[in-house]
Protein backbone atom coordinates (compact mmCIF):
# COMPACT_ATOMS: atom_id res chain seq x y z
CA UNK A 1 0.00 0.00 0.00
CA UNK A 2 1.12 3.31 -0.95
CA UNK A 3 2.30 5.46 1.79
CA UNK A 4 0.44 8.84 1.91
CA UNK A 5 -0.68 11.18 4.85
CA UNK A 6 -3.67 9.97 5.04
CA UNK A 7 -2.79 6.96 5.88
CA UNK A 8 -0.04 7.49 8.32
CA UNK A 9 -2.31 10.00 9.88
CA UNK A 10 -3.63 6.34 11.63
CA UNK A 11 0.18 5.30 11.93
CA UNK A 12 3.11 5.66 14.40
CA UNK A 13 5.35 6.36 11.52
CA UNK A 14 3.86 10.37 10.74
CA UNK A 15 4.91 10.96 13.94
CA UNK A 16 8.64 9.41 14.29
CA UNK A 17 8.59 11.44 10.78
CA UNK A 18 7.72 14.73 11.90
CA UNK A 19 9.35 14.54 15.64
CA UNK A 20 12.77 14.29 12.82
CA UNK A 21 12.04 17.27 10.62
CA UNK A 22 11.31 19.26 14.46
CA UNK A 23 14.31 18.09 16.25
CA UNK A 24 16.52 18.63 12.66
CA UNK A 25 15.71 22.50 13.15
CA UNK A 26 16.99 23.27 16.60
CA UNK A 27 20.15 25.33 17.07
CA UNK A 28 22.96 24.04 19.62
CA UNK A 29 23.47 26.09 22.29
CA UNK A 30 27.22 27.38 23.36
CA UNK A 31 27.90 25.53 26.59
CA UNK A 32 31.07 27.83 27.07
CA UNK A 33 33.16 25.04 28.01
CA UNK A 34 35.19 25.68 25.06
CA UNK A 35 36.09 29.19 25.94
CA UNK A 36 36.56 28.00 29.41
CA UNK A 37 39.40 25.75 28.36
CA UNK A 38 41.24 28.38 25.99
CA UNK A 39 41.05 30.88 29.43
CA UNK A 40 42.98 28.21 31.62
CA UNK A 41 45.55 27.41 28.54
CA UNK A 42 44.66 24.26 27.31
CA UNK A 43 43.96 23.96 23.65
CA UNK A 44 41.51 21.72 21.64
CA UNK A 45 41.50 19.87 18.78
CA UNK A 46 39.67 17.59 16.37
CA UNK A 47 39.82 14.17 17.27
CA UNK A 48 40.32 13.39 14.10
CA UNK A 49 43.94 15.00 13.95
CA UNK A 50 44.73 12.79 16.82
CA UNK A 51 43.24 9.44 16.54
CA UNK A 52 44.13 9.07 12.30
CA UNK A 53 47.33 8.79 11.54
CA UNK A 54 48.27 11.01 8.59
CA UNK A 55 49.93 8.54 5.86
CA UNK A 56 51.25 9.34 2.36
CA UNK A 57 48.43 7.89 -0.06
CA UNK A 58 50.01 4.61 -1.39
CA UNK A 59 48.86 2.49 -4.94
CA UNK A 60 48.82 -1.16 -4.85
CA UNK A 61 48.45 -4.01 -7.71
CA UNK A 62 46.08 -6.58 -7.05
CA UNK A 63 45.90 -9.42 -10.03
CA UNK A 64 42.33 -9.40 -11.60
CA UNK A 65 41.87 -6.19 -10.45
CA UNK A 66 40.81 -3.69 -13.13
CA UNK A 67 43.68 -0.92 -13.82
CA UNK A 68 42.91 2.74 -13.60
CA UNK A 69 41.61 4.64 -17.18
CA UNK A 70 45.09 5.78 -18.32
CA UNK A 71 45.25 9.82 -19.14
CA UNK A 72 44.78 11.09 -22.67
CA UNK A 73 47.75 13.74 -22.01
CA UNK A 74 51.47 13.84 -22.10
CA UNK A 75 51.21 11.35 -19.38
CA UNK A 76 50.42 8.55 -21.56
CA UNK A 77 53.10 5.86 -22.70
CA UNK A 78 52.11 5.77 -26.24
CA UNK A 79 52.45 9.98 -26.28
CA UNK A 80 54.46 11.48 -29.33
CA UNK A 81 55.27 14.43 -29.51
CA UNK A 82 54.47 14.70 -33.04
CA UNK A 83 51.24 14.29 -34.17
CA UNK A 84 50.41 11.76 -37.11
CA UNK A 85 47.53 11.11 -38.99
CA UNK A 86 46.04 7.57 -37.46
CA UNK A 87 43.65 5.46 -39.72
CA UNK A 88 41.80 2.59 -37.85
CA UNK A 89 38.71 0.12 -38.07
CA UNK A 90 36.13 2.58 -37.44
CA UNK A 91 37.26 5.37 -40.07
CA UNK A 92 36.34 5.85 -43.83
CA UNK A 93 37.88 8.04 -46.40
CA UNK A 94 36.44 10.76 -47.75
CA UNK A 95 36.82 10.67 -51.28
CA UNK A 96 36.42 6.84 -50.60
CA UNK A 97 38.80 4.53 -53.83
CA UNK A 98 39.57 7.39 -55.50
CA UNK A 99 41.65 9.14 -52.14
CA UNK A 100 42.81 5.61 -51.34
CA UNK A 101 44.18 5.25 -54.95
CA UNK A 102 45.82 8.41 -54.16
CA UNK A 103 47.26 7.72 -51.03
CA UNK A 104 48.47 4.14 -51.60
CA UNK A 105 49.77 4.45 -55.36
CA UNK A 106 47.25 1.99 -56.35
CA UNK A 107 45.65 1.32 -59.61
CA UNK A 108 42.22 -0.31 -60.03
CA UNK A 109 40.95 -3.25 -62.11
CA UNK A 110 36.79 -2.87 -61.82
CA UNK A 111 37.14 -7.00 -62.42
CA UNK A 112 39.18 -9.97 -60.87
CA UNK A 113 42.52 -11.57 -62.55
CA UNK A 114 41.91 -13.21 -65.94
CA UNK A 115 43.03 -16.82 -64.14
CA UNK A 116 40.71 -16.60 -61.45
CA UNK A 117 37.83 -15.60 -63.89
CA UNK A 118 38.52 -18.68 -65.66
CA UNK A 119 38.90 -20.44 -63.02
CA UNK A 120 35.70 -19.51 -61.82
CA UNK A 121 33.54 -20.45 -64.91
CA UNK A 122 35.41 -23.63 -64.41
CA UNK A 123 33.89 -24.10 -60.44
CA UNK A 124 30.78 -25.85 -60.24
CA UNK A 125 29.14 -26.60 -56.63
CA UNK A 126 27.38 -29.76 -55.39
CA UNK A 127 24.09 -29.98 -55.21
CA UNK A 128 24.36 -31.47 -51.64
CA UNK A 129 27.05 -28.80 -50.39
CA UNK A 130 24.59 -25.83 -52.18
CA UNK A 131 21.79 -27.27 -49.75
CA UNK A 132 23.79 -27.10 -46.97
CA UNK A 133 24.61 -24.32 -47.39
CA UNK A 134 21.38 -22.59 -47.53
CA UNK A 135 20.70 -24.51 -44.21
CA UNK A 136 23.70 -22.42 -42.79
CA UNK A 137 22.55 -19.59 -43.77
CA UNK A 138 19.36 -19.94 -42.00
CA UNK A 139 21.22 -21.06 -39.16
CA UNK A 140 23.66 -18.27 -38.82
CA UNK A 141 21.41 -15.66 -39.65
CA UNK A 142 18.12 -16.67 -38.26
CA UNK A 143 18.21 -19.37 -35.84
CA UNK A 144 20.89 -18.31 -33.51
CA UNK A 145 20.34 -18.11 -29.90
CA UNK A 146 21.95 -14.66 -28.89
CA UNK A 147 19.57 -12.35 -27.93
CA UNK A 148 20.86 -8.55 -27.69
CA UNK A 149 19.60 -5.33 -28.20
CA UNK A 150 20.36 -4.57 -32.19
CA UNK A 151 21.32 -1.34 -33.54
CA UNK A 152 19.63 1.87 -33.41
CA UNK A 153 17.62 2.08 -37.03
CA UNK A 154 16.82 5.60 -38.11
CA UNK A 155 14.57 6.67 -40.70
CA UNK A 156 16.25 9.05 -43.20
CA UNK A 157 13.24 11.63 -43.46
CA UNK A 158 13.06 11.78 -40.18
CA UNK A 159 16.79 12.20 -38.46
CA UNK A 160 15.76 13.09 -34.99
CA UNK A 161 13.20 9.90 -34.85
CA UNK A 162 15.08 6.65 -33.86
CA UNK A 163 12.91 3.12 -33.68
CA UNK A 164 12.06 1.38 -31.04
CA UNK A 165 15.04 -1.14 -29.80
CA UNK A 166 14.72 -4.75 -30.85
CA UNK A 167 16.49 -7.85 -29.78
CA UNK A 168 18.16 -10.32 -32.35
CA UNK A 169 21.51 -11.82 -33.16
CA UNK A 170 23.77 -8.39 -33.17
CA UNK A 171 25.99 -7.35 -36.24
CA UNK A 172 29.14 -8.77 -35.44
CA UNK A 173 28.47 -12.20 -34.32
CA UNK A 174 26.27 -12.04 -37.39
CA UNK A 175 29.09 -11.32 -39.83
CA UNK A 176 31.40 -13.79 -37.50
CA UNK A 177 28.64 -16.83 -37.98
CA UNK A 178 28.58 -16.29 -41.68
CA UNK A 179 31.68 -16.72 -42.38
CA UNK A 180 32.73 -19.22 -40.84
CA UNK A 181 29.75 -21.37 -42.14
CA UNK A 182 31.59 -19.81 -45.77
CA UNK A 183 34.76 -20.92 -44.52
CA UNK A 184 33.77 -24.68 -43.64
CA UNK A 185 32.07 -25.06 -46.72
CA UNK A 186 34.57 -24.39 -48.93
CA UNK A 187 37.16 -26.33 -47.08
CA UNK A 188 34.88 -29.15 -47.90
CA UNK A 189 35.27 -28.00 -51.43
CA UNK A 190 38.86 -27.77 -51.17
CA UNK A 191 39.69 -30.99 -49.49
CA UNK A 192 42.43 -32.85 -46.84
CA UNK A 193 45.45 -31.48 -49.51
CA UNK A 194 44.10 -27.67 -49.61
CA UNK A 195 43.29 -27.66 -46.01
CA UNK A 196 46.65 -28.85 -44.34
CA UNK A 197 48.12 -25.44 -45.61
CA UNK A 198 45.27 -23.58 -44.42
CA UNK A 199 44.62 -22.39 -41.27
CA UNK A 200 42.38 -19.42 -39.47
CA UNK A 201 43.32 -16.65 -37.39
CA UNK A 202 41.23 -14.27 -35.59
CA UNK A 203 40.62 -10.53 -34.36
CA UNK A 204 44.49 -9.88 -36.30
CA UNK A 205 45.97 -6.61 -35.75
CA UNK A 206 48.56 -4.82 -38.11
CA UNK A 207 50.21 -1.68 -37.61
CA UNK A 208 52.30 0.45 -40.39
CA UNK A 209 53.88 3.28 -40.08
CA UNK A 210 54.11 5.52 -43.96
CA UNK A 211 55.53 8.45 -44.26
CA UNK A 212 54.63 10.35 -47.26
CA UNK A 213 55.34 14.07 -48.25
CA UNK A 214 56.56 14.63 -44.68
CA UNK A 215 53.37 13.88 -43.28
CA UNK A 216 53.08 10.56 -40.40
CA UNK A 217 50.30 8.08 -41.48
CA UNK A 218 49.87 5.36 -39.35
CA UNK A 219 47.19 2.12 -40.55
CA UNK A 220 46.14 0.81 -37.14
CA UNK A 221 44.05 -1.97 -38.91
CA UNK A 222 42.21 -5.22 -37.66
CA UNK A 223 41.16 -8.32 -39.88
CA UNK A 224 38.29 -10.06 -38.19
CA UNK A 225 39.31 -13.33 -39.74
CA UNK A 226 42.25 -14.32 -41.45
CA UNK A 227 43.54 -16.76 -43.71
CA UNK A 228 47.10 -18.16 -43.81
CA UNK A 229 48.95 -20.65 -45.89
CA UNK A 230 52.10 -22.12 -46.26
CA UNK A 231 52.97 -20.77 -49.82
CA UNK A 232 51.66 -17.31 -50.54
CA UNK A 233 49.35 -16.61 -53.23
CA UNK A 234 51.34 -15.92 -56.57
CA UNK A 235 51.80 -12.21 -57.42
CA UNK A 236 50.22 -11.33 -61.03
CA UNK A 237 52.18 -10.34 -63.97
CA UNK A 238 52.91 -6.59 -63.96
CA UNK A 239 53.78 -6.91 -67.79
CA UNK A 240 49.94 -8.23 -69.18
CA UNK A 241 48.35 -5.52 -66.48
CA UNK A 242 50.20 -2.77 -66.87
CA UNK A 243 49.58 -0.57 -63.88
CA UNK A 244 51.62 2.61 -65.23
CA UNK A 245 49.72 2.87 -68.42
CA UNK A 246 46.51 3.49 -65.93
CA UNK A 247 46.25 7.30 -64.42
CA UNK A 248 45.71 7.83 -60.50
CA UNK A 249 43.02 10.25 -59.71
CA UNK A 250 43.73 14.19 -58.49
CA UNK A 251 41.80 14.86 -55.65
CA UNK A 252 43.05 18.55 -56.12
CA UNK A 253 41.76 20.78 -53.80
CA UNK A 254 41.58 18.42 -51.11
CA UNK A 255 45.01 16.61 -49.73
CA UNK A 256 44.73 12.95 -49.47
CA UNK A 257 44.47 12.67 -45.60
CA UNK A 258 41.80 14.43 -46.02
CA UNK A 259 39.30 12.90 -43.02
CA UNK A 260 41.77 11.00 -41.30
CA UNK A 261 41.85 12.05 -37.51
CA UNK A 262 45.43 13.32 -36.19
CA UNK A 263 46.24 12.24 -32.80
CA UNK A 264 49.28 12.48 -30.56
CA UNK A 265 48.86 9.01 -29.10
CA UNK A 266 50.00 6.50 -31.31
CA UNK A 267 52.20 3.14 -31.76
CA UNK A 268 54.30 4.21 -34.73
CA UNK A 269 56.35 0.77 -35.57
CA UNK A 270 55.15 -2.12 -37.66
CA UNK A 271 53.47 -5.27 -36.60
CA UNK A 272 52.82 -8.40 -38.22
CA UNK A 273 51.00 -10.71 -36.31
CA UNK A 274 52.51 -14.23 -36.96
CA UNK A 275 56.03 -15.39 -36.61
CA UNK A 276 57.96 -15.19 -39.58
CA UNK A 277 59.54 -18.50 -38.52
CA UNK A 278 55.87 -19.82 -38.11
CA UNK A 279 55.23 -22.45 -41.35
CA UNK A 280 51.91 -20.97 -42.37
CA UNK A 281 52.81 -17.38 -41.80
CA UNK A 282 51.72 -16.50 -45.19
CA UNK A 283 48.71 -14.16 -45.35
CA UNK A 284 46.39 -15.37 -47.70
CA UNK A 285 42.80 -13.97 -47.52
CA UNK A 286 41.30 -11.12 -45.31
CA UNK A 287 37.52 -11.24 -43.77
CA UNK A 288 36.70 -8.20 -42.89
CA UNK A 289 33.47 -7.19 -40.72
CA UNK A 290 31.63 -3.81 -42.44
CA UNK A 291 28.59 -2.89 -40.47
CA UNK A 292 26.45 -0.05 -40.48
CA UNK A 293 27.55 0.93 -36.88
CA UNK A 294 31.38 -0.53 -37.62
CA UNK A 295 32.12 2.35 -39.93
CA UNK A 296 31.30 6.35 -39.67
CA UNK A 297 31.92 9.40 -41.67
CA UNK A 298 33.25 12.64 -39.57
CA UNK A 299 30.68 14.31 -40.96
CA UNK A 300 27.99 12.10 -40.05
CA UNK A 301 26.41 11.31 -43.03
CA UNK A 302 25.82 8.02 -44.19
CA UNK A 303 28.69 5.84 -45.53
CA UNK A 304 28.38 5.01 -49.01
CA UNK A 305 29.52 2.17 -51.20
CA UNK A 306 32.30 3.99 -52.75
CA UNK A 307 33.82 4.66 -48.73
CA UNK A 308 33.14 1.02 -47.96
CA UNK A 309 35.33 -0.24 -50.88
CA UNK A 310 38.24 2.11 -50.18
CA UNK A 311 37.91 0.91 -46.30
CA UNK A 312 38.95 -2.83 -48.00
CA UNK A 313 41.66 -1.43 -50.61
CA UNK A 314 43.49 0.15 -47.36
CA UNK A 315 43.00 -2.91 -44.99
CA UNK A 316 44.59 -5.31 -47.76
CA UNK A 317 47.33 -2.49 -48.57
CA UNK A 318 48.19 -2.60 -44.57
CA UNK A 319 48.14 -6.43 -44.85
CA UNK A 320 50.57 -6.57 -47.64
CA UNK A 321 53.17 -3.75 -46.41
CA UNK A 322 53.19 -5.22 -42.73
CA UNK A 323 54.42 -8.69 -44.11
CA UNK A 324 57.01 -7.20 -46.89
CA UNK A 325 58.46 -5.07 -43.95
CA UNK A 326 58.83 -7.96 -41.90
CA UNK A 327 60.07 -10.02 -44.77
CA UNK A 328 62.47 -7.54 -46.58
CA UNK A 329 63.27 -5.31 -43.77
CA UNK A 330 61.72 -1.52 -42.41
CA UNK A 331 63.56 0.22 -45.15
CA UNK A 332 62.42 -1.62 -47.74
CA UNK A 333 60.43 0.23 -50.83
CA UNK A 334 60.56 -1.78 -54.22
CA UNK A 335 59.91 -5.09 -53.17
CA UNK A 336 62.01 -7.84 -54.29
CA UNK A 337 58.77 -10.23 -54.59
CA UNK A 338 55.24 -8.72 -54.76
CA UNK A 339 52.92 -9.70 -51.96
CA UNK A 340 49.51 -10.82 -53.27
CA UNK A 341 46.31 -10.73 -50.47
CA UNK A 342 43.08 -11.17 -51.19
CA UNK A 343 39.71 -9.93 -49.09
CA UNK A 344 36.28 -10.61 -48.60
CA UNK A 345 34.22 -7.74 -46.90
CA UNK A 346 30.80 -8.34 -45.93
CA UNK A 347 28.12 -7.07 -43.76
CA UNK A 348 26.00 -10.80 -43.82
CA UNK A 349 24.31 -9.90 -46.88
CA UNK A 350 26.70 -8.21 -49.27
CA UNK A 351 29.94 -10.34 -50.00
CA UNK A 352 32.54 -7.62 -51.91
CA UNK A 353 35.44 -9.92 -53.08
CA UNK A 354 38.84 -8.34 -54.25
CA UNK A 355 42.39 -9.15 -54.51
CA UNK A 356 45.67 -6.46 -53.76
CA UNK A 357 49.42 -6.38 -55.14
CA UNK A 358 51.86 -4.65 -53.62
CA UNK A 359 54.57 -4.09 -55.97
CA UNK A 360 56.36 -0.86 -54.11
CA UNK A 361 56.00 0.13 -50.49
CA UNK A 362 56.91 4.33 -52.26
CA UNK A 363 54.08 5.48 -52.33
CA UNK A 364 55.27 8.49 -54.43
CA UNK A 365 57.17 6.11 -56.93
CA UNK A 366 56.68 7.46 -60.69
CA UNK A 367 58.33 4.39 -61.96
CA UNK A 368 56.13 1.40 -60.37
CA UNK A 369 52.33 1.25 -58.46
CA UNK A 370 50.25 -1.12 -56.91
CA UNK A 371 47.25 -3.23 -58.09
CA UNK A 372 43.60 -3.62 -56.95
CA UNK A 373 41.34 -5.92 -58.49
CA UNK A 374 37.30 -6.04 -57.48
CA UNK A 375 34.44 -7.55 -57.95
CA UNK A 376 31.01 -6.16 -57.93
CA UNK A 377 29.49 -6.67 -54.61
CA UNK A 378 27.15 -9.77 -54.63
CA UNK A 379 24.18 -10.10 -52.74
CA UNK A 380 23.89 -13.19 -50.58
CA UNK A 381 20.22 -13.36 -50.36
CA UNK A 382 16.78 -10.61 -50.39
CA UNK A 383 15.17 -11.95 -47.06
CA UNK A 384 16.72 -13.73 -44.44
CA UNK A 385 14.29 -13.95 -41.42
CA UNK A 386 10.50 -14.69 -39.99
CA UNK A 387 7.92 -14.17 -42.10
CA UNK A 388 4.31 -14.91 -40.73
CA UNK A 389 6.32 -17.42 -38.09
CA UNK A 390 8.37 -19.05 -40.75
CA UNK A 391 12.09 -18.91 -41.27
CA UNK A 392 12.31 -18.14 -44.74
CA UNK A 393 15.35 -17.48 -47.31
CA UNK A 394 15.01 -15.93 -50.63
CA UNK A 395 16.70 -15.42 -53.55
CA UNK A 396 19.72 -17.07 -52.11
CA UNK A 397 22.81 -16.89 -54.41
CA UNK A 398 25.09 -19.62 -54.73
CA UNK A 399 27.61 -17.17 -56.69
CA UNK A 400 28.68 -16.21 -53.35
CA UNK A 401 29.75 -19.50 -52.00
CA UNK A 402 31.87 -20.15 -55.68
CA UNK A 403 33.69 -17.30 -55.41
CA UNK A 404 34.56 -17.48 -52.37
CA UNK A 405 35.80 -21.88 -52.51
CA UNK A 406 37.77 -20.20 -55.63
CA UNK A 407 39.64 -17.53 -53.13
CA UNK A 408 39.88 -20.47 -50.30
CA UNK A 409 41.68 -22.81 -52.91
CA UNK A 410 43.89 -20.29 -55.18
Known amino acids: ?64 M ?16 EPAYVYGDTNVLLEGVRQAQSLLNTVV ?15 KIATQLDRSMQQAVLSALVFDTEQVKTAIVKVPDRPAYKLPRTFGISEGRRNQLILSKLVTHCERFAGRSVNANRKVVFNARFL ?21 SQEPV ?27 PVQNIYDWRNDYPISRNYKLS ?31 MV ?41 YQLNTLDLASSTDRNMWFRKAPLELYSQCGY ?24
Open 1 to 64: MRLTNTLLRQHIGFYFKKHWLQQGKRVPNSTGAEEELAARGVVVVEPSEILKEQRPRENFHIPG
Open 66 to 81: VPPPVAFDESHPLWQS
Open 387 to 410: VVGKPTLDNYNKDVLRHFAVFYSN
Open 109 to 123: FDDLPLKMEEKLDQT
Open 282 to 312: HPHTILLHCSPSDVKNATELPVSRDQIEGRT
Open 234 to 260: KPLDTAIYRPMDLELPNLFPLKETVSI
Open 208 to 228: VPVVKENERILLDTKAESMII
Open 315 to 355: KAFAVAAARARQMYGEDVKKLPNPITVQAVQTDSKMFHFSV
